[in-house]
């Protein structure tokens, strides 16, 4: 019978919130998994069965953050170690490989350097062309040794995403644009054990429907990792409009982000989040210095701003977002909210003094709560019901 077999690497270290973390991990593994297919806890690993073809499976789990190791095994049940020898015999393998013994129950009669070159033996008599090599082989015979006469027995390994459940660590709102940092920002967050909502800004009609399309696409990307969060769309046209009429056009990129960071801040105070997330990244564009972060980094009293990206390299960032499947919606041509307000010399190091005296030639307060009446929370298809809130006055 198969069974897959799920390491989940820190959780062990939490002490008092080992239940906690592991609760968690266990609901987003069952939703993640197909109907019909069980996940249970067994000492320190998790265990998924009922399921005839273990590939997709292994996938959803491959999304799963919490989990380092997936195995495909096959379960033997044995009263002797020959049991477990007979099993290996049976065993197809090519090229070189290895035995590694884990052996969790103790009063197993014989001890790992004992019973691995036993078992290497029956490998080698099945399969003559194959050779044994522990330095680097090409396959990884793992042969756990569990309590109560069960063993597991992979020849494959599959690494998992690591890092936390989705959840344990709080709610995080993101800034989300359509560009190729922000989502990769999101994803970070998550590995980390935030449940995301995000936050996007439209300047309509210098924006199109298309633009927006693109950013709910790469919201439910990053959904697919466990993440059930709303979207909320802000129509930031007379915000972005009333700083390009009033106020000196170097200061507008500084000053929209002000203005975005503040919104964000109202949006994550009204539904439970604990910080907000962006994908600023240092000195990649005018906006991003360390004035022009400081200068944003002013505006919000209540939540902390985290910047997964902030020392990454580009091509770093591109090479994570190939990998989470958002680089290709990312890499779609539509514009900006921004770039149709972008003058053409803005500030590269904005004084603070001189940005908030640009920022009193406007309603700071009145044109924020305006823009945050107009806000639209879009339900992405895998937001659960629970979650999908409007935004609260
Ligand atoms: P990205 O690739 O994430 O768009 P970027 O390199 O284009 O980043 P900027 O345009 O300066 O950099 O944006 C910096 C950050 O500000 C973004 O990562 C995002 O968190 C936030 N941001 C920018 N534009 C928007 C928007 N229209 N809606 C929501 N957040 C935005
Ligand atoms: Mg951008």
Same mark, same amino acid.
């Given at each position: 019978m198969s069974v897959i077999v799920c390491s989940?690497? =820190?959780i062990h270290l939490?002490?008092?919130?080992?239940? !906690?973390?592991?609760?968690?991990?266990?609901? *987003?593994i069952r939703q993640a998994l197909p109907e019909g297919v069980k996940a249970t806890v067994?000492?320190?690993?998790?265990?998924?069965?009922?399921?005839?073809?273990?590939?997709? @499976?292994v996938n959803c789990l491959k999304k799963v953050f919490g989990l380092t190791h997936i195995r495909v095994c096959a379960s033997v049940n044995y009263q002797t170690p020959a049991d477990i020898l007979n099993y290996l015999g049976q065993v197809k393998l090519n090229g070189t490989f290895k035995v590694v013994i884990n052996r969790a129950d103790k009063n197993f009669p014989l001890k790992s350097p004992v019973f691995a070159p036993q078992c290497g033996d029956v490998i080698l008599k099945n399969n003559p062309q194959a050779k044994v090599d522990v330095q680097n082989p090409d396959t990884v015979v793992q042969v756990e040794i569990r309590h109560n006469g069960l063993a597991f027995v992979s020849t494959g390994c599959e690494r998992g995403l690591g890092g936390l459940p989705v959840g344990v660590s709080g709610r995080a709102i993101c800034l989300i644009s359509g560009g190729i940092d922000s989502p990769v920002a999101a994803f970070m967050a998550m590995k980390r054990g935030l449940a995301v909502d995000f936050?996007?800004?439209t300047t309509p009609p210098y924006t199109s429907e298309l633009a927006l399309q693109k950013v709910i696409s790469l919201c439910e990307q990053v959904n697919t990792f466990g993440n059930?969060? *709303?979207? !909320?769309v802000? #129509?930031?046209? =007379?915000?972005? %409009?009333?700083?390009?009429?009033?106020?000196?056009d170097q200061y507008t990129i500084t000053l929209m982000r002000r203005f975005m960071i503040a919104l964000a801040e109202k949006?994550?105070?009204?539904?439970?989040? &604990?910080? +907000?997330?962006?994908? =600023? *990244?240092?000195?990649? @564009?005018?906006?991003?210095? +360390?004035?022009? +972060?400081? %200068?944003?980094?002013?505006?919000?009293q209540k939540l902390p701003i985290l910047r997964p990206l902030i020392c990454f390299d580009k091509d770093e960032i591109v090479h994570l977002a190939k990998q989470i499947g958002t680089y290709e919606i990312s890499i779609? #041509? !539509? =514009? &900006?909210?921004?770039?149709?307000?972008?003058? %053409?010399?803005?500030? +590269?190091?904005? *004084?603070?003094?001189?940005?908030?005296?640009e920022e009193k030639k406007l309603d700071f307060d009145t044109l924020v709560d305006n823009c945050y009446n107009a806000i639209i929370c879009k339900r992405l298809p895998n937001t659960s019901a629970e979650s999908f809130n409007k935004p609260q006055k």
């Open positions: 989940y690497g =820190e939490k002490g008092a919130n080992r239940g !906690y973390f592991l609760r968690t991990l266990m609901q *987003n067994k000492d320190t690993r998790i265990l998924v069965t009922d399921f005839t073809d273990a590939k997709p @499976v936050v996007h800004f059930h969060g *709303n979207l !909320y802000v #129509p930031f046209t =007379e915000i972005g %409009s009333q700083i390009q009429k009033q106020c000196h949006i994550g105070v009204a539904h439970q989040a &604990d910080c +907000i997330f962006t994908g =600023e *990244n240092l000195a990649q @564009v005018a906006s991003q210095t +360390i004035q022009g +972060i400081t %200068s944003n980094n002013f505006v919000a779609l #041509p !539509y =514009e &900006d909210c921004c770039t149709v307000f972008v003058p %053409s010399h803005p500030t +590269i190091k904005p *004084n603070l003094a001189a940005v908030l005296a």
